[in-house]
């Protein structure tokens, strides 16, 4: 049954992002039964076609935001009949649904009765449920959990989840946001449930593989438990059972006993509603030898509800606990726990994901992991999904009044100061934030990536390319018209060429063509706006691009063998080493191009001891660990065709060091150490990114030492900046670090076939999604595909994402950056940190808080430490690549301007090597966008490279193979 109202409604559901632009309305309402009265809680208000919405709370009362209209809601309950209501107002709605029709005819069905047909559908439901287990289905929900000890409101948890459910339960979740308020009692005897979370991972539909607890979907059913139906309702077509279930007089384990709800047609399991009484649940204890509880109770309540599709999505889940609490044998209080999971949001993502893993593999609290988020008022302030009792109301007011919420921080509580909101009211901290706003904005406002064609070129040719003009701070397009300029410098940095063209909306693409009289060499493209000339040259777009001219021969087959080290550097974790505190350097070996040689080595004292080992094995990069001694004449030794002694680093007598640990993927750890002259003084830990302050700290050194833990979830991707300040506003160390935040786009690629002919027409629809399967609508990118046999591109070479992530650092030539960006995994992680370790602070660089302007940092001249080795080379000599010399001898036998194929009729050879090239590809509203091609004379496998950017920010990046031997993606 539908019944259609219109009220007016603008409407916008959950965002992890903290600003509104748009002007939104609260909406508010309640869903009561049409015969009684009574509120009908947990029923389910959706936006209909949309996989996102809302449930009603224990009164039957609801609440969102919106912001656009007409909009039809479908609400709906398993006891009732769904509707529809097309609103059109914003006045306060009610709700009346419609219970299902009883059918009382259909409780006995065979001819043994109503306990055998009962046995029948749970059976049934199990088989159903142990078939379906690979159907794994995504979706974001909301948890609310309030604890009570006595009288007394202690604990509160909001939490939202990114989930991974099936017909079973929870599976896997990881959280996005949460907050957790604890309200310390005077009380002796007190109770905290930090982890209640995980039963909503624990308690399932199907037995749990434990003997603890018994369920009864299982294969003993029989043996465990009394079952009958009590009742059949018609429920929105579908046929319902209550199916009652009491465990039997012999089972001694703890069992839930209750309802479940069954479709009679399909065996679905639509609901389970039970509790279990028992003093002995060994999956729940108490921490502490003078505690104990009676009359312990734990109810449990998970329903589903079917999508349009008819496949069944989990709803929500109830869960509570109650007991009396005995300290040392003596009555001490009441206690009572109780939560709500909701789901606001349904979605398919292009593959399997990894959440926060599953439960046996969990070893953190939620509440640990809430303490690595942080606590971000403002989103809590924005973002409630389930409406608030009057009774929860009160208590999330009262919390927020003591301001209970945030971090519960593991350092000792003596090692923390001002850590609460007064902190942002500091002098310091406000004058640090109202000089970074005015810190030369024009120098921080945009940055440019180019991409062009392909990886390198023959005199003659055109160097195609497509720009992207994005802020600093966001990755999204510059919408300010301005002049793109592009030069090709010859190796000894003269402008060769260059090209102007205009950019809009923060795009723009061009050429430039190569003279035929260019002789071969590493040449270098450079890109910038007319706003960049103002400021720092650092912004600029730089890129070595090797050029082959066919003419020079006997030139293109060397190449230097730059294995002797030119420089090698030095970087104290921080900036200094402090006399006997243990400290991390790292270590960079370069070329004289600024290469990276992979070398190893020793640092020796004046007596030759080796006190540290060298092993720079990741572009030139490594780190040692000392505890520096001022008595001790330290030398280096280099284990390769020559041998350098380098000066080591100067050691300071007095002072702070710092040392980061960034490969958890929550939390950045500091642990600061100083002098006995640096104990119990203030200083502040601010931590920046694209000159923005995003996180400080108070904190003083305790026995030498200072712990802090750094959230990463509101930290931007990119580079960011730690700085410790002392008490007299004097930076005393720096440190970068590297913040995965990512959201990648999925590309997707369909062709007819995967083999193709010589001028063979080629269709190909590419389909563009975000990581949650969204489609990526309104995307704008590039498209290169090159004859791979002839002219491939580096795949762990430069790209978009990781060059406008790390782009801007100094005295660094990766030779294979996007290395640091793949898997995320512990090693790629420790890579990217050397990376971290070995540069300078950038922007902006700032030598102290407290002087008139914003100084550019002068460096230190303990950090490093050149040497010189092996002969001077002059200019860098190139050697073409293996799979582009027959392509190189082709231009010099046939010609450059026989090359290109205007159409298929055309007679002359087709020798291409960029088969297709468009700098503006736009997908449509479904993430798609279909390209053609013809193919040249030669080639068989294509290498396909993307790179863009949407509207939001999001970076676009692919390298996909196709053709006769490429593997499968």
Known sequence: MKVIFKVYLLYCFLGMSLSVHAQQFDISGSVMDTNSGAPVPFANIAIKDLYKGTASNALGEFSFKVDSLPIVLVVSHLSYESMEIEVIDQDSLVINLIPGELLMDELVISEKGNDEYAYKLVENAFDIINKNKGGDQYGKAFYRQISKNGEEYSELYEVFYDTRFNLNGVDDWAIQEGRYALKISTADSFIYNKNFTLMVRLLSIVQPKTD??????????????????????????????????????EVTLPAMEGTLYIDVDTYEVLKLKGKVVNDKLNFISLKGKLGSWKNYQVSFEIAFKPMEDGKLVLDYMQLGQNFDYYYNGIFANKLETKSFLS???????????????????????????????????????????????????????????????????????????????????????????????????????????????????????????????????????????????????????????????????????????????????????????????????????????????????????????????????????????????????????????????????????????????????????????????????????????????VAFPGIKQEGYTIMVNNLKSNTIDLIIRGTSNLEGRKFYILVLSNGILYERRVGVITRGVFKSEIPKLNLPEGIAQILLVDDHEIIQCKRLVFVNQPEEAVVKYYLAKRDFRQREKIDMVLELDDENGKPLSNANFSISILDKDNMAREVNGRNIRNYLNLGYIADVNLSSPRMLFQDYDRETLKRMDLVMLSQQTIFPNIESFNSDELEKDKGTSEKKADMVAGPEFGVEQIEIPANGRDYVEIVRKVGIDQMPAKDQQNDNPDFRTTIYWNPNVITNKSGRAKISFTNSDRA??????????????????????IGKNARRK
């Open 343 to 645: 789901y606001y949001e349904y979605y398919t993502p292009p593959k399997r994901k990894k959440l926060g893993g599953r439960l046996l593999r969990f070893s953190k609290r939620d509440s640990e992991i809430l303490d690595n988020i942080g606590y971000n008022q403002e989103f809590w302030d924005e973002n409630i999904i389930v409406k608030r009792t009057p009774i929860e109301a009160k208590v999330i007011e009262s919390f927020e009044a003591d301001r209970s919420f945030g971090s519960i921080y593991l350092n000792n509580t003596n090692q923390i100061i001002l850590e609460d909101y007064k902190l942002d009211s500091d002098p310091f901290i406000v004058r640090v934030k109202q000089r970074l706003e005015n810190f030369d904005e024009l120098r921080r406002s945009e940055k440019l990536y180019l991409h062009h064609n392909k990886p390198f070129y023959v005199s003659g040719e055109s160097i195609l390319f497509k720009a992207y003009l994005v802020n600093v701070a966001t990755n999204i397009p510059e919408r300010k018209a301005t002049t793109l300029n592009v030069d090709l410098l010859a190796p000894d940095g003269s402008i060769a060429m260059t090209s102007t063209n205009q950019i809009l909306d923060g795009r723009s693409h061009g050429q430039i063509t190569i003279s035929d009289s260019v002789p071969s060499g590493v040449y270098s493209l450079r890109a910038y706006t007319n706003r960049m000339k103002q400021g720092s040259r650092d912004f600029y777009y730089r890129e070595k691009l090797n050029i082959y001219n066919p003419s020079d021969k006997g030139k293109l087959v060397k190449i230097a063998k730059l294995d002797s080290i030119n420089s090698l550097s030095y970087y104290p974790e921080g900036g200094k080493l402090v006399e006997s505190i243990p400290g991390q350097i790292g270590i960079s070996a370069r070329n004289q191009f600024g290469n990276g040689l992979n070398v190893k080595g020793r640092v020796l004292d004046e007596n030759g001891r080796s006190l540290a080992t060298i092993n720079n094995d990741f572009d030139g990069l490594g780190s040692i660990f000392v505890s520096p001694k001022s008595n001790i004449e330290y030398r280096t030794l280099i284990m390769s065709d020559e041998v350098g002694r």
């Open 940 to 961: 068989r496998n294509l290498q396909i490279c993307i790179e863009g950017i949407t509207e939001d920010g999001m970076l676009i990046f692919d390298i996909h193979d």
């Open 212 to 249: 603890d607890l018994v369920m009864p979907i299982s294969r003993e059913v029989r043996d465990q438990y009394h079952l009958r139906v009590d009742r059949i309702m018609s429920v929105n077509g579908r046929k319902v059972a209550e199916v009652q279930f009491d465990k039997k007089e």
